[in-house]
């Protein structure tokens, strides 16, 4: 009797259990179904205030954790193998010493590293040596810092109007915005630098007579998004001054409707992304307001050269035509070993993607490097910008329906492609450097030689441009390939013709092969 | 040792806290079926694939796509035979929403192996008279999957 009533008590007790366990589950699921559905009214709120200083990125974080949280990785990213993270980036110098050689006379050849994700752009460049040894222009934080809001208030300041927080809080006001550029373009970078600090940041709250109002930040929500509507926006006048200039060429952009629109209406006035480019637009405009081609040292203003188009020689075409405002022709740096004065090529991702195939598809800088993912029901675009390498599901495959290996060795070929066009056409140039050093020495004149400080100009153009540009090739592989092609040609071009000139000082095997080539010419004429 | 006689209880008390609390759990489990929509699952509506958050982007463009007017979710991954579908629906309705419930399922979705076979079994289901001349001689030889080129007859959001 009493073992029954244990045996009876033993399976009431594991049914109840049992219904414990699955009232549990039911409810867990429950209260998830509610977290879903409420994700997916996204509901956003308001918890901040943030306005037209706000460039430290806390009291939108507030707002927007998520976005925040993806921003804060940015100190993170992991290596691929062609850029990431490290405490201290490799040096690429030591990595690919020919880069010493194009870059004799500049900063870069005295630092040069990987790059690092956006979170450590402003700490990083106060401590390259490019700056801290060398005087370098305040213009370089157009990029590196979120400056706006300085630009803005030396902007009114210059204009005569007080530079309250009120004042600078009272939306763009390009005006202010382009004078406060335009004043900050030929300061050097200390002094840009102190400036920053001195702007309110919707943070810091300075005491009485303290000059720091701020802090500097790098580049933060403030610099793609408008704070009152949180749409994506232009703010940088570099960007905005290039494309109007490229809007009122003549070049074609297929990949970029909204200005052939423009054109087609008359391209009445100027043209402004920010109320006539598509979101999708947008979406590689914010990024091209920085990696792009562009002049920054401080004996002009600084400048994106886009009058012409976005191709390669188009942008060289500008630097060609270009004078300096006090007289003489454009130029970057005066090579040390050759003294010809050559162009330094920034790092044309946004020029280079145009040329390439995904541009031309309508796929925009963020669905690879800011690729839209969902967190519960919620859709966000990652702000944890990184190579697509490292998210591969999101950033490729979203469009590629294959296997993911296959996505990676395909990059891998035209990367490697790319980096051994490079490697050749780094030989040619060094091989030209050697050959020009070698005719000044043997006595060449330098009317005879300006020719072939042209063709040196192009050789080292064409190869920077593509060294230096962040995609080894990806962005746009053929045009990656021809222009390394064309720096190889022009090298050797310059080359032939020093050992022409140097006539019997010439290196004999090399003379010997250049009269051959001569007399096949000449054979092939007379015929 | 004279038991009191008593009148026989047919169940003792824990017996009525274990029915209370199973009428507790009927009673959340109703009320998680309605809220979670737990009907419409049997239904054949497109909408029902949106209570998954996941599927906007596909009932999105499902609507913009070719058989939007001729054919619904259901028509294409889920087998024409009746019991096939049903299988099918408890299985996929499981793991979806073992999926979406967890976590940590690959984003932008792939198809498995098994529903990819349904689907290129409703192709053939209703495109047979036109393609029956490329299908293989016996059941089961290896033949190229209809969506590998028309990959946005359904919807292009994969």
Not at chain 1, 473 to 483: C, D, S, T, V, Y
């Amino acid at each position: 009797m009493s073992s029954n009533t244990q045996r009876s008590f033993g399976w009431l007790a594991l049914l109840t259990a049992i219904v414990a366990a699955v009232t549990f589950g039911v409810v867990a699921l429950l209260v998830n179904i509610f977290e879903r559905k409420q994700e997916a009214r996204n509901p956003f709120v308001k918890v901040a205030e943030v306005t037209e200083v706000s460039t430290d990125p806390k009291p939108w974080g507030l707002n927007f954790p998520q976005q925040y949280e993806d921003y804060l990785k940015t100190v993170n990213d992991d290596y691929t193998d062609f850029g990431g993270n490290h405490a201290l980036p490799p040096s690429k110098l030591e990595k690919h010493p020919w880069l010493k050689r194009l870059f004799a006379g500049y900063a870069f050849s005295i630092d040069y590293r990987e790059a690092r994700g956006h979170a450590h752009m402003l700490s990083d460049q106060e401590v390259t040596k490019r700056v801290t040894e060398v005087q370098q222009a305040g213009a370089c934080l157009h990029c590196h810092a979120s400056i706006i809001p300085t630009y803005r208030r030396i902007g009114l300041e210059s204009m005569g109007k007080e530079a309250t927080e009120e004042a600078m809080t009272e939306g763009y006001q390009w005006d202010a915005v382009l004078a406060g550029f335009q004043a900050v373009s030929q300061k050097n970078y200390e002094e840009v630098h102190a400036e920053l600090t001195k702007t309110p940041d919707g943070v810091t709250k300075a005491e009485d007579g303290d000059p720091h109002m701020g802090g500097a930040h790098p580049v933060s929500c403030i610099d793609c998004h408008d704070p009152e509507t949180m749409s994506i926006r232009v703010t940088r006048p570099g960007f905005i001054l290039g494309i109007d200039k490229l809007a009122k060429s003549d070049a074609p952009v297929p990949h970029l409707p909204s200005i052939q629109e423009w054109r087609d209406k008359g391209s009445k006035g100027n043209y402004d992304p920010n109320t006539m480019a598509t979101r999708q637009e947008m979406r590689s405009f914010v990024c091209g307001q920085c990696h792009v081609e562009y002049y920054c040292a401080n004996k002009m203003t600084l400048t994106f050269p886009w009058s012409n188009g976005l191709k390669m020689e188009q942008l060289e075409a500008e630097w060609d035509s270009t004078e300096f405002p006090d007289g003489g022709k454009f130029y970057d740096y005066v090579h040390k070993e050759t003294g010809t004065k050559v162009y330094k090529a920034q790092h044309p991702e946004f020029e280079l993607w145009s040329q390439g195939i995904h541009a031309r598809s309508g796929v925009s800088c963020s669905d690879c490097h800011m690729p839209y993912e969902k967190k519960g029901a919620t859709k966000v675009s990652s702000h944890w910008v990184r190579s697509p390498m490292l998210n591969i599901n999101k950033a490729c495959q979203t469009c590629h329906n294959i296997p993911e290996q296959e996505i990676v060795d395909r990059v891998a070929v035209i990367q490697d492609r790319t980096e051994q066009l490079i490697d050749r056409a780094a030989a040619a140039m060094t091989e030209m450097l050697d050959a020009i050093i070698a005719a000044q020495e043997a006595g060449v004149s330098d009317d005879d030689l300006a020719p072939v400080r042209d063709l040196q100009r192009k050789a080292m153009w064409r190869l920077d441009y593509i060294a230096s540009e962040n995609s080894k090739g990806f962005h746009a592989r053929q045009e990656a390939a021809r222009i390394l092609a064309e720096s190889v040609d022009y090298s050797r071009q310059a080359i032939a013709m020093c050992y022409k000139l140097m006539g019997p000082s010439a290196p004999a095997d090399v003379a010997k092969t250049i009269d051959e080539a001569d007399r096949l010419a000449s054979l092939a004429e007379s015929n | 040792m004279t038991a009191k006689p008593s009148r026989k209880r047919l169940f003792g008390p824990g017996a009525y806290l274990f029915a209370g609390c199973l009428g507790l759990l009927a009673g959340v489990g109703t009320f998680t079926f309605g809220y979670g929509k737990g009907a419409s699952y049997l239904s054949n509506d497109p909408k029902t694939c949106v209570n998954c958050h996941v599927m906007q982007g596909h009932m999105d463009s499902w609507q913009q796509s070719s058989h939007h007017h001729v054919a619904v979710c259901n028509d294409c991954h889920l087998p024409h035979h009746p019991i096939g579908k049903w299988v099918t629906k408890a299985d996929n309705g499981f793991f979806h929403s073992l999926a979406f419930t967890t976590g940590g399922f690959k984003d932008p979705i792939r198809i498995k192996p098994r529903n990819r076979r349904v689907t290129q079994g409703t192709c053939v289901h209703c495109h047979e008279s036109v393609v029956h001349s490329m299908l293989p001689d016996a059941a089961g030889r290896d033949m190229q999957s209809c969506v590998h080129c028309h990959a946005d007859v359904g919807h292009a959001g994969r």
